[in-house]
């Protein structure tokens, strides 16, 4: 059989073998730092090239691939108003839980996603008995590689040389922790998203504390409740 007509391993029973292709290509793509050639395409996905025009054509149509310099390809914008529309989806997956953290853990919860650059809090839950705690609006935002929630954020990320000493730590405990990053005196602990499948969702959940923190076993607690989240079908 060709390359052409071969199922692609993944691919369910019944399934549309051309929807799995294109949202193959379309992974490639994110997963690569560079535009890529409608060959290597071909190759990586394992069909002709003229099934990876055809893909192409579809996915340039909806904006989620655009057409760089030299017949090369990447992302389009239309994957981030993708994105973009699924955060209202992911704030309110993961409120429940980040009610259930600032009670139980008696500091403010948030839930943090990538925009850019910066960490922006998605959705921000205050201790409801706490008087003395740290308030924070939705929308606020920093550079990623300050706080603990930027640091969660990126060591889920593919691993590479100019990652500061902060995300490789995080990345052999699990969960990332600051100190008076954003605010002087305040402690962040932070875990990664992950959908179902094990991908990064590029958010994170986490507590901002200005008391002391058992920072293992918050860490723990958070691991925990970002694997709840991932069951849940986000």
Not at 73 to 91: D, E, S, T
């Amino acid at each position: 059989m060709s390359a052409e007509g071969r199922e692609p391993a993944g691919a369910s029973q019944g399934g549309s073998l051309t929807l799995d292709r294109g949202l193959r290509l379309l992974e490639l793509l994110a997963a690569e730092d560079r535009d890529m050639t409608v060959a290597e395409l071909a190759t990586a996905l394992g069909v002709h090239r003229q099934a990876v025009y055809r893909l192409l054509t579809t996915l340039r149509t909806h904006r989620l691939v655009a057409e760089g310099s030299a017949g090369r390809y990447r992302l389009g914008l239309g994957v981030m108003q993708l994105a973009r529309q699924a955060n209202p989806q992911l704030r309110r997956a993961t409120m429940p839980f980040l009610r259930q953290l600032a009670e139980e853990l008696q500091s403010t919860a948030q839930c943090v996603v990538a925009e850019g650059d910066d960490a922006v809090a998605l959705a921000v839950v205050e201790p409801p008995d706490s008087v003395f705690h740290l308030s924070q609006r939705s929308g606020a935002r920093h550079p990623l590689n300050q706080g603990a929630s930027g640091l969660a954020i990126l060591m889920a990320r593919r691993a590479a040389p100019a990652d500061p000493d902060e995300v490789r730590e995080a990345r052999d405990v699990g969960y990332a922790v600051s100190y008076g990053a954003l605010t002087a005196g305040a402690v962040g602990v932070a875990a990664p998203l992950y959908d179902g499948d094990g991908h990064t969702l590029d958010a994170a959940i986490g507590i901002v504390s200005m008391a002391e923190v058992d920072v293992d076993r918050v860490g723990r607690r958070l691991i925990e409740v970002a694997g709840l989240i991932a069951n849940a079908g986000i």
